[in-house]
């Protein structure tokens, strides 16, 4: 019996910093009707969650029109639908507003996460928007 406690205590000390670990997600904020979200849909939502910046940054929808969730602080209101916005432990890092179509929005999607990497999406001047 001690010794499957000890590979518990062990294990749950090893993923110990995991849960220390950032965590990034990227929100789409959408709004029914949306011809972008829907060719977003299409295009890259089927596969999102299998590559791996999906796999870094899952995806989490929320309504332009509703209130935006108490765990998420953005720098400004979104105001058009697709927008993308990569947030770190709920803060704003980067965001993409509209959807440029299937071959750069990759890119673009990369650009930001390295900016989640590198610090440079300055998530300290973030702002909870009103609405």
Not at 84 to 89: A, E, H, K, S
């Amino acid at each position: 019996m001690s010794q499957i406690r000890t590979v518990l205590l062990t294990a749950l000390l090893a993923l110990a910093p995991l849960r220390a670990a950032a965590e990034l997600s990227l929100i789409m904020v959408q709004q029914d009707g949306c011809p972008w979200c829907m060719k977003w849909n299409e295009e890259i939502g089927p596969i999102y969650p299998k590559t791996e910046e999906g796999k870094t940054a899952p995806l989490r929808r929320i309504d332009l029109h509703e209130p935006v969730p108490e765990d998420l602080t953005f720098k400004s209101k979104a105001r058009l639908t697709p927008t993308f916005i990569l947030v770190d432990d709920g803060m704003e890092i980067a965001r993409l507003e509209g959807y440029p179509g299937e071959d750069f929005f990759w890119g673009m999607l990369d650009r930001m996460l390295d900016q989640a990497e590198t610090g440079d999406g300055a998530p300290d001047e973030a702002t909870k928007p009103e609405g």
